[in-house]
């Protein structure tokens, strides 16, 4: 939770990440080469503490996608809108694909990130666009 406001959660580090996403983007990996997402201080797959910052190839494909038709309350997207997972290689990201209509979202398109603000709430969304 959040130290200003105990009813909303903290994103310690993620305002961080999101701002590299929309430079270069990065994922961390570990030494025995699994990348993880957001960033950790241990690698969820074998424990290793040896972590270093990997560069995220410049696009993915999405894996899988979801057209949502009822909005979460306070999220400020207006459905309908697309929400895929793009797989990057060794880490996959879940955003919602921007610039495309959601009947023409296939899985294995090629898919670039990026960052926007929520006008709604003012937080940072991840997004995808047609690379």
Known sequence: MSESDPDVPANTGYDEWADALADDG????????HGSLPPRRVCPECGSTDLSEATL???????????I?????GFGVEP???TAVVDFG?????????????????IGDPMRPDVETNGATGNRLIVFRPA
């Open 69 to 73: 038709h009822v909005a979460p309350s």
């Open 57 to 67: 190839p410049e696009t993915g494909t999405v894996a899988t996608f979801s057209e």
């Open 90 to 106: 060794p880490v996959r990201i879940t955003g919602i694909v921007r610039d495309v209509a959601g009947d023409e979202v296939a």
């Open 80 to 82: 309908p809108y697309v």
């Open 26 to 33: 990065y994922y961390v990996e570990c030494a025995n080469g």
